[in-house]
């Protein structure tokens, strides 16, 4: 009788207080003491392949923290992860950052997108709870926050950041050039600068112009194009270009206008010694050498890379393409691991998840051998940025991309200029 | 209604001493929405003037709140009244044109919606303001600088804003412009043939709230802490804005709140229930879903639902 007299409000009670149980499992018996990680990044819309793949990337550093066997210094703890989704908004960035945090993450990392890790720092400022930027440029993330520590307006920076910053890929883009031209035993002169007019395209121009202005390589940029971002057509455009004779074209595009570029350059025989871009999406992927073929071999493009001549990097890479189904492991899953796997050494070396212990420990990290292609150590300097953290200049070549500079991280020799067809 | 919504806020303003950050959070947005939905709710509820280029508002006001912070030092507290002027001297250029040329409907919906791209493409291509790279602000926790530490504060602010807002809204109810414009909704031609200016008030309603609506980006600014045009002056942004009183109940007091208080939750317990476990997307599905019923059931928007309801009740 007693299931029959329960009422609409009982019934109610019950299953709310059930699903809630439910919801907020506790932990049961004697577990491991596990430290949990944050992960926010832009899971779905615009973003979401990339996003998933930081995901995954830092999913799998975690398992292989644990695997071998967790953080020793701290009993063995094991690393969770608390994924968070942008939503690829920033006020969704910090919702989301909160929940995590409320979820019980005592470091963070994320956010892929500079506006939305710009907003999760103020909550990881506010909360105390130390956050290594994983992938995001924008100078001023670090910047700011170093600055107001250095003027008293916060006591501790919690902000920390392994990724080239935009003055890094510009300054770094330069230098590769001038070394490469050097290396060839050409001296090219006039190099155009080909861009989309949005947020990534105008970033790279500004950065890259700023940086042959200060560096003075040899070459100057005679004209930069900026293309509308939606473009359907870019005829007027390389027409344009072709007749500034460049020596160098350097293209910044998407992944749509890439292919519009190549085809259009190839189509009005604009002849160059190669082209060679400062940092750009849409010349390495798979899919996009697929397309265009011969038209993109020979082409340079300098990029965040994994160091394949890391044995530990070749592993996990192949891990990565089992557990993705197929794709490759890139500057987006490779970064996300490597953020992951320099919290655990943090962590090991911090003996503790003290949020000061923690900052400590990440102002004395110095890792000798970094997943991805360095300039250097994987170190924190007074901004809170890794100073060796740096692109590499990869080219196509048999139809993959190949890292061919800096020359210790060189997997082949470049060619250039490209060979006449 | 009136003892309900005054335990409401009762509640409302003991609630920071019980829950965690995070509700905070999730509330801040809710009444962040809400003022921006109610200020929306002058031209586009009351006066039937479909605006879907309020955003272009926000990013006015949080750019110019952001500017004078940056470059001259200029309080945000001060800064967020220029940042409304500004919207509202836009406001008045985007009124006129429309009213002066009788654009209505759709039409009108195209020209809002223009003018929010050209302020986002402006922005783009303005070195000074940053291009498209925008604009970062420092996290100090100064109050002075419109900055907390502590999350309560942006919450008893958001708060306050949206019940400003909501005065506001109820003042013009309760005089003769709110009934103007709600003749002006329901037929401008015969509210014209009737001796109304209907180009002054719809001017006044446009302006009034391309004011509120440049106040709340400061807000915006200074607890998100960048602003990109794309983000700031975009599309998304615009319908963030509309979707609340219309879900709410356009036109009506309650609606933009009571929309506010239905979405934001719902797209926060959605993504929280099903986001996790590989399902990524499954959430935004489900939301989709949820607005559909909703938009579905309640066409006139959820709040002359629940009054019905409750009159019914009584």
Known sequence: ?421 | MRWAALAALGVLIALPAVVGSYTLTVLIFVFFYAYLGQAWNIVGGYAGQLSVGHAAFVGIGAYTAAMLSLGAGLTPWLGMFVGGALSAALGAVIGYLGFRFGLRGFYFVLLTVAFAEICRIVALNTEAIGGAQGLYITFTGNPRQFQFPDNRAYYYIALGLMLAATAVVWTIERKRFGIYLTAIREDEDACQALGVDTFKYKMLAMVVSSFLTGVGGTFYAFYLFSLQPNTVFGIPLSVEIVIRPIVGGAGTLGGPILGSFILSPLAELSRFYFARGGWSGAHLIVYGGLLILVVLFLPQGAYPYLRRLLARRA
């Open chain 1, 1 to 421: 009788m007693a299931i029959l007299s329960l009422g609409r409000r009982a019934f109610l009670r019950t299953t709310v207080a059930g699903a809630a149980v439910a919801a907020f499992p506790l932990p049961l018996g004697a577990q491991p003491k596990s430290v949990k990680i944050g992960a926010v990044h832009p899971v779905t819309g615009a973003l979401a392949e990339i996003g998933q793949a930081c995901r995954l990337g830092a999913q799998m550093a975690a398992d292989a923290v644990n695997a071998a066997g967790g953080i020793t210094s701290l009993g063995g703890a094991r690393l969770e992860l608390v994924p968070g989704d942008t939503e690829n908004k920033p006020d969704v960035a910090r919702a989301e950052a909160e929940r995590v945090i409320s979820a019980g993450a005592q470091l963070l990392v994320g956010a892929f997108h500079s506006a939305q890790t710009a907003a999760m720092v103020p909550v990881a400022q506010q909360k105390r709870v130390p956050f290594l930027i994983d992938i995001s440029a924008a100078d001023p993330i670090t910047a700011n926050v170093a600055d107001s520590v250095k003027k008293g307006e916060q006591k501790v920076q919690y902000v920390y950041r392994n990724f080239p910053t935009s003055r890094v890929f510009g300054q770094r883009a330069a230098q590769f050039m001038a070394e490469i031209f050097k290396e060839a035993g050409v001296q090219p002169k006039r190099v155009v600068l080909i861009y989309t007019n949005d947020l990534f395209g105008q970033t790279q121009a500004r950065q890259f112009q700023a940086a042959v202005k200060e560096r003075n390589p040899g070459f100057e940029i005679v004209e930069a194009i900026p293309y509308p971002e939606a473009a359907t057509d870019l005829a007027t455009e390389v027409s344009k270009l072709k007749s500034l004779r460049p020596d160098v074209i350097a293209p910044v595009t998407r992944a749509t206008t890439a292919i519009l570029l190549l085809q259009e350059l190839a189509k009005q025989r604009v002849e160059a010694l190669g082209i060679v871009s400062p940092g750009t999406p849409g010349l390495y992927e798979a899919g996009q050498i697929a397309q265009l073929k011969e038209l993109v071999e020979y082409v340079m493009d300098s990029v965040p890379w994994p160091n394949f001549k890391n044995p530990r990097t070749q592993k996990v890479a192949e891990e990565y393409v089992k557990r993705s189904g197929g794709k490759t492991f890139d500057t987006n899953s490779g970064y996300s691991y490597e953020a992951i796997l320099v919290l655990a050494d943090v962590l090991e070396r911090a003996k503790s998840t003290e949020p000061e212990a923690v900052v400590d420990a990440l102002k004395k990290t110095s890792i000798k051998n970094p997943l991805m292609v360095a300039a250097g150590p994987l170190t924190f300097n007074e901004t809170g940025d890794n100073p060796n953290a740096s692109p590499a200049m990869i080219q196509i070549l048999g139809q993959k991309p190949v890292v061919v500079w800096p020359r210790d991280a060189a997997a082949q020799k470049l060619v250039f200029p490209r060979p006449k067809r």
